[in-house]
């Protein structure tokens, strides 16, 4: 049996000064990024069930001390 473990995955913030910058596509869309974190989404869906996973993306959401804490 799997003991329960928390995990928090933290997806960088997109470089707003890259070539890549979605902001006007965004901003036409009425969205606050245009994709989101599948990686991330999929390696939290091969974890053990047990285990408690949290997502904070830092395009969409700002980073807490209270996430850190958790």
Do not use: H
Request: hydrophobic share 50%.
């Amino acid at each position: 049996m799997t003991e329960s473990c928390k995990v928090l995955m933290i997806f960088p913030r997109f470089n707003a000064n890259s070539f890549w910058n979605y902001q006007a596509a965004c901003d036409l869309a009425g969205a606050r990024y245009p994709a989101a974190p599948l990686g991330l989404i999929t390696v939290a869906a091969l974890l053990p069930a047990e285990w408690d996973v949290r997502l904070v993306n830092r395009n969409t959401e700002e980073l807490a001390d209270a996430d850190l804490a958790w």
